[in-house]
């Protein structure tokens, strides 16, 4: 959530970067937070003009008064206290409506982030890898999990209902290798692990920059509970320090988060959204990241070279894109997507795998996290996120790019160990 003053004083700037983000002005309205702004702020003139008259009508009290003048005052002092009741009344419905306009309004956005209204204007920034060429027809990955006998999409339809899935054999054993695999890589970083609550309550999905109800929301929501199952671990390690004030000398926090995630995909569809891509529910280990100010950009550049030494060292081809502006979500002041190369995805193209961003205080003023600054003074820390491994995705990319011309998949050479084989084999 941005600063209301800062709506206040920067409304040009903030009404478009509402635009840029291609998100509707009438939803998020700046000049409705400045309108509610302003009232509050009238309204707290008045309440505390009120609140002095009362303290002086109490103190006329104490002197000596005869009957008539102490009537007056008694008189005086009731009206005084409706004033201020219906004005409190007004104040805490106005502060309400103002946290709820201005929840709506996003992040700024950093100023070399391409501007753009869809991905496929984003800008790519590096490549690393190059895309396979077989001497074969390759196979999609739901072909080979049905081939090699590891994923099961019918029954999962049939028992849970769409974009849900069994994993079976080798693809159990392949699903944890990859979650391994990418909790010793942040373990190596010196990253404080978690394994995190699959619920959280509204409050905090809210606060990460989630919405929990309604038909755009992307998760589901526990009826009558408030409480919602996670669509990442991002929210469960971000909520951790709600309304606490964190240590400077502690700063930068980097944790990592193993979690079940859960989405609704609400209005997702299409090709690409095919077999493992677009599910309702898989696992995925999660980076997040509390800092100063001053270190936020560093850490946003190291959280996105994890990313890259771990799909390095899983030998898939991929590229780096800056996010435009209207692919950003509100949360986000600066995004990268690392997205691998999918033989099986049209005949071959690049699909997001892992994104990073840095969010800065937008989530903190939400959660109210800060930290007391070398002043003296408490001020909102940053944070950041970026996935280490959503296993869907990236078992996706290793069957479609290790697969072979005889129907098997070779295991890529960091993952055997965790594995204990090198090799799918098709079932006779």
Same mark, same amino acid.
């Given at each position: ?44 003139? =008045?309440?505390?003009?009120? /609140? ?6 109490? +103190? !006329?009290?104490?002197? @000596? *008064? &005869? ?31 103002? =946290?709820?306009?201005?929840? /709506? ?6 100023? +070399? !982030?391409?501007?753009? @209204? *869809? &991905? ?309």
């Amino acid at each position: 959530m941005l600063d209301y003053k800062y709506i206040k004083d920067n409304l040009a700037a903030v009404k478009q970067n509402v635009l840029d983000r291609n998100m509707d002005p009438a939803r998020a309205d700046a000049d409705k937070v400045v309108e509610l702004y302003d009232k509050r702020t009238a309204l707290v003139t =008045e309440l505390q003009g009120l /609140q002095q008259k009362r303290n002086e009508n109490a +103190q !006329a009290m104490k002197q @000596k *008064l &005869d009957n008539d003048a102490r009537a007056k005052l008694i008189e005086a002092g009731k009206a005084l206290k409706e004033e201020i009741a219906k004005v409190e009344k007004d104040q805490k419905e106005t502060e309400e409506a103002l =946290e709820e306009a201005a929840r /709506q309004i996003p992040n700024m956005y950093h100023p +070399q !982030a391409p501007v753009g @209204k *869809l &991905d496929t204007e984003n800008l790519e920034v590096k490549v690393v890898g190059t895309p396979r060429k077989f001497d074969f027809e390759p196979k999609d990955h739901v072909a080979l999990g049905e081939s090699l006998d590891i994923l099961d999409f019918d029954r999962g339809t049939k028992v849970s209902g769409p974009k849900f899935y069994y994993l079976k054999n080798e693809a159990v054993f392949l699903e944890q290798a990859l979650i391994m695999y990418a909790l010793n890589t942040l373990r190596k970083h010196n990253f404080n692990m978690f394994i995190t609550p699959d619920v959280a309550k509204e409050d905090i999905l809210k606060g990460i920059g989630f919405n929990p109800r309604g038909n755009e929301s992307n998760v589901y929501s526990i009826e009558e509970e408030g409480t919602c199952l996670v669509a990442t671990a991002e929210i469960t390690l971000g909520g951790y320090h709600q309304d606490e004030i964190l240590p400077k000398d502690k700063l930068p926090l980097m944790y990592g988060g193993l979690s079940h995630c859960f989405r609704r995909e609400a209005g997702a569809a299409g090709q690409f959204s095919k077999g493992l891509y677009r599910v309702h529910q898989f696992d995925k280990v999660e980076m997040f990241a509390y800092s100063t100010p001053e270190q936020s950009d560093a850490i946003h550049e190291q959280l996105r070279a994890i990313e890259e030494e771990i799909f390095t060292g899983l030998g898939l081809p991929f590229h780096v894109v800056d996010t435009c502006t209207g692919d950003l979500g509100a949360p986000a002041y600066r995004k990268w997507d690392l997205e691998a190369w999918m033989p099986g995805r049209n005949g071959g193209e690049y699909g997001e795998v892992t994104s990073t961003s840095n969010c800065t205080d937008y989530q903190a003023r939400r959660l109210n996290i800060k930290y007391k600054d070398d002043d003296g003074k408490n001020k909102y820390v940053h944070t950041l996120n970026g996935t280490a491994i959503a296993v869907g995705r990236a078992m996706l990319a290793i069957l479609e790019n290790y697969q072979n011309a005889d129907g098997s998949v070779t295991i890529p050479e960091v993952l055997v160990p965790y594995c204990g084989f090198d090799k799918i084999l098709p079932k006779k």
